[in-house]
């Protein structure tokens, strides 16, 4: 399960949320009454990941948008974990192969 401790609604509209979970990064931004849920792997920051390495989706802006939102990225998770864990594991190599 992926921690969202602090996350709400009411802290959406104020400001992202991200996180990260076993090789998996998230970011959660609103933009009008549209939330937006990203997934991109470690090791980088959101702004410092290429667009072609992150996957979006987009819920409506309301408690039952983001608890989808939240179904949605466990289930990314589960359905890839395998390379996600991989990916957490390697992070290191990544970070020195790439030299940011």
């Given at each position: 399960?992926?921690?969202?401790?602090?996350?709400?609604?009411?802290?959406?509209?104020?400001?992202?949320?991200?996180?990260?979970?076993?090789?998996?990064?998230?970011?959660?931004?609103?933009?009008?009454d549209?939330?937006?849920?990203?997934?991109?792997p470690?090791?980088?920051?959101?702004?410092?990941?290429?667009?072609?390495?992150k996957?979006?989706?987009?819920?409506?802006?309301?408690?039952?948008?983001?608890?989808?939102?939240?179904?949605w990225?466990?289930?990314?998770?589960?359905?890839?974990?395998?390379?996600?864990?991989?990916?957490?594991?390697?992070?290191?190599?990544?970070?020195?192969?790439?030299?940011?």
């Amino acid at each position: 399960m992926i921690p969202t401790l602090g996350l709400s609604l009411k802290a959406l509209k104020k400001e992202p949320f991200s996180g990260s979970h076993c090789g998996m990064r998230y970011y959660l931004t609103t933009s009008d009454d549209i939330l937006k849920a990203y997934l991109y792997p470690e090791p980088w920051c959101f702004e410092a990941t290429p667009e072609e390495q992150k996957e979006l989706k987009e819920f409506p802006f309301t408690q039952e948008g983001l608890n989808d939102a939240l179904a949605w990225m466990n289930e990314r998770y589960e359905t890839d974990r395998d390379n996600w864990e991989r990916i957490s594991k390697d992070q290191m190599q990544i970070f020195l192969e790439t030299g940011k």
